[in-house]
């Protein structure tokens, strides 16, 4: 079913606001900048873990800007943000503290959070083209 013009709209700033912040990251992650080895490092799972989690982001942003894999797009980046959010939650803090000391005053976590409700309504806007499922559990309700 076409969403509406509204709908549409909505879809986009949401896909732009995930894609925007996923990428804006990948700069840290791929540079090796230090607050983003530290990170890795104290989860311990430096270098790969970085690597690994910036080539899923990369990926996740591909697909959110590609209309007809914007589902798929939107279940990648809430996997690799959940990640990210239950490490703040079980390992980092919600507010990092780095190896110099200095913070990041919880910017990470909220934009986690930021990226976690995005890409789920994201999801929601488009649950009827979810692969496999979406048409067989959402083709009645209405959008």
């Known amino acids: 079913m076409k969403l509406s013009k509204g709908m549409n709209i909505l879809s986009w700033i949401l896909r732009l ?13 791929f540079t090796g900048a230090q607050e983003s080895v530290y990170i890795f490092t104290k989860l311990g799972i ?19 800007l590609i209309p007809s894999t914007v589902t798929i797009g939107a ?10 959010i239950m490490s703040h939650l079980t390992k980092l803090g919600i507010v990092v503290i780095n190896s110099d000391g200095t913070s990041d005053g919880g ?18 806007i488009h ?17």
């Open 46 to 64: 430096e270098p790969w873990g970085r690597i690994g989690s910036g080539v899923g982001e990369l990926i996740a942003v591909i697909l959110l």
């Open 75 to 84: 279940i990648l980046s809430l996997g690799v943000i959940s990640g990210a």
């Open 17 to 29: 606001v995930v894609a925007g912040i996923l990428f804006q990251t990948l700069f840290f992650k």
């Open 107 to 124: 910017l990470l976590f909220a934009l986690a959070l930021i990226v976690f409700v995005c890409s789920a309504i994201i999801l929601a």
């Open 127 to 143: 649950r009827r083209e979810i692969p496999v499922a979406g048409s067989m559990l959402f083709n009645g309700d209405n959008q």
